[in-house]
């Protein structure tokens, strides 16, 4: 089992940034892909970001591409955690954000749907003021 927290949500106006953390724990980190997601009311939930077990590979979509970033720590002896920094927020942001983790066997694996994560963040609300 992996156990996965979100958190830094917020309430934030247009053109603002916020960071989004996603601790993990129960068992090795890096042996796992992680995604975020997020989902608007009334909407299904919608892939954003990937990244790889290793950290060097990463996917976003197109709707955040080059105002989100998705990194992660994977050191030993620090706290395992995956960050989505998002910059130039836009109303349309407004979601429910979720982290995800799926188990992989290769840095090269990036999934970018929903069924094929195993393991799920409760979610952290952000919201966008125009």
């Known amino acids: 089992q992996v156990q996965l927290v979100e958190s830094g949500g917020g309430l934030v106006q247009a053109g603002g940034s916020l960071r989004l953390s996603c601790a993990a724990s129960?068992?090795?980190?890096?042996?796992?892909?992680i995604g975020w997601f997020r989902q608007a009311p009334g909407k299904e939930r919608e892939f954003v970001a990937v990244?790889?077990?290793?950290?060097?590979?990463?996917?976003?979509?197109d709707s955040v591409k080059g105002r989100f970033t998705v990194s992660r720590d994977n050191a030993k002896n620090t706290e395992n955690t995956s960050y989505l920094q998002m910059n130039s927020l836009k109303p349309e942001d407004t979601a429910v954000y979720y982290c995800?983790?799926?188990?992989?066997?290769?840095?090269?694996?990036?999934?970018?749907?929903?069924?094929?994560?195993?393991?799920w963040g409760q979610g952290t609300q952000v919201t966008v003021s125009s």
């Open positions: 995800a983790a799926r188990l992989v066997y290769s840095s090269s694996n990036l999934p970018i749907e929903r069924r094929q994560y195993d393991y």
């Open positions: 129960g068992r090795t980190f890096s042996n796992y892909a």
């Open positions: 990244i790889s077990r290793s950290g060097g590979s990463t996917f976003y979509a």
